[in-house]
């Protein structure tokens, strides 16, 4: 028995042969895919991973030669450089999105599926488990990697650009993480974790409840917790519509600074010339660069905008208790989910520029604080996001997921 993450119904998955895929009978979320030596294939995808981690840390990234001058960067050295510019706020994004959590995410990977092998606790390993997830969509190398294509595409039309050993290892890290990602069969791994633990005495008593964090599904009352991965058990994501709705409209509110103040300032033969979001783009189209330009458009303007306003859709619809188009409201906010992490694109191409356009009144990359605003919007959609359960879309139609359940039974 399985809850259905994205719209609440309780549903009897079948036993599945590897390369089968579960999908829910209402919604069409993916409920399980079943992979063929999942467990041991995400391990050597994640030890892999970790080992092209050290690659891309320890190497140069990118270089840059300008009238004599050569400078250069690492991936590691990119926080520091917005630091010292006073600017530690995108210090710590930068910090946190392309290397604490990728480290941390592929190393809890790694921990618990070697943990399963040799003797760790359960609980540890629930825990472990647990963090994993919810580092998931924090870890952005792959954003983090079209943003240095950007800022390369962008710098080698001015001054020879080099490309360091850093940069193939972090296209193979971006595979991995992927391959990772791909393979990992949650429902496998909660079973092993699972087999593990003594199995608690039934319940009894309550509602059904599908775990948030393991999806076991129990009949317990909420508040309880989960006998397999000890989460508190919650019917629905807590206060969802309020918190959703606070961090959409800090936001909306942070969007309009995030377009007034220039996200850098280029200094070039010591004059200063300010760019706001649009005005990047709009110098990529000067120098022709269309298909660059279409994406930073893509991913700093029309993905923010579409994505305040789908939450706002969500949002609104569901205190409206509308009961119409309930598949692509779930669908819609399926792409919100996914789509939203891109817009760091813009952030992840500054810290280069930042970092590697140094050369004093020759050229200089000074980082604006519409940059931070603007990764704030970025953030706080992403939160507003995670806080929003679609399940409460169908409940408000008048839809529940148990009646269901029930009727099947
Ligand atoms: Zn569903
Ligand atoms: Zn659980």
Redo the contacts with the bound molecule.
């Keep these: 028995m399985r809850e259905c993450p994205e719209c609440g119904l309780f549903q009897a998955v079948p036993i599945m042969r590897p390369g089968q895929v579960a999908e829910c009978t209402r919604c069409g979320a993916l409920l399980r895919r079943r992979r063929r030596d999942a467990l041991g294939t995400t391990l050597a995808f994640s030890v892999t991973g970790l080992l092209l981690f050290a690659v891309s840390t320890t190497t140069p990234l990118l270089g840059l030669r300008l009238a004599g001058q050569q400078r250069n960067t690492t991936l590691t050295s990119l926080p520091g450089a917005f630091e010292s510019q006073g600017i530690w706020q995108l210090a710590i994004v930068v910090l946190a999105t392309t290397l604490l959590a990728p480290l941390v995410k592929l190393g809890l990977t790694a921990g618990v599926l070697i943990g399963l092998r040799i003797e760790t606790a359960p609980s540890t390993l629930a825990a472990m488990e647990r963090w994993r997830k919810r580092l998931t969509p924090w870890a952005m190398i792959e954003v983090f990697l079209l943003g240095t294509f950007v800022a390369y595409t962008r710098l080698a039309a001015l001054a020879e650009v080099q490309v360091g050993i850093a940069l193939y290892a972090l296209g193979g890290l971006m595979l991995a993480i992927v391959a990772t990602d791909a393979w990992l069969d949650e429902h496998a791994l909660?079973e092993a974790i699972g087999r593990r633990r003594r199995t608690p005495a039934p319940m009894g008593g309550g509602e059904l409840i599908g775990?948030d964090?393991?999806?076991?599904v129990s009949r317990a009352p909420p508040g309880a917790r989960?006998p397999?991965?000890?989460?508190p058990?919650r019917i629905r994501k807590p206060d969802s519509l309020a918190r959703s709705w606070a961090l959409l409209l800090a936001a909306a509110a942070l969007y309009i600074p995030a377009n007034l103040y220039p996200v850098m300032t280029v200094i070039r033969f010591g004059r200063g010339q300010p760019s706001t979001i649009l005005g990047g783009v709009q110098e990529l189209i000067e120098y022709r660069m269309w298909p660059l330009a279409l994406l930073v458009f893509g991913a700093s303007v029309l993905v923010p905008v579409l994505k305040l306003l789908s939450l706002a859709v969500l949002l609104i619809s569901t205190q409206r208790r509308a009961a119409g188009r309930l598949r692509d409201r779930t669908r819609l906010y399926r792409i919100v989910d996914v789509i939203g992490r891109w817009s760091m694109i813009d952030v992840f191409m500054l810290s280069i520029l930042v970092a590697l356009v140094r050369m004093g009144l020759l050229a200089s990359v000074i980082p604006g604080l519409g940059g931070v605003c603007f990764a704030g919007v970025v953030i706080l959609t992403m939160l507003a996001a995670f806080s929003f359960d679609p399940r409460l879309m169908w409940d408000a139609a008048g839809q529940t997921g148990c009646d269901a359940a029930e009727a099947e039974a």
């Design positions: 909660w775990c964090s393991c999806g076991r989960c397999r991965c000890n989460a058990l």
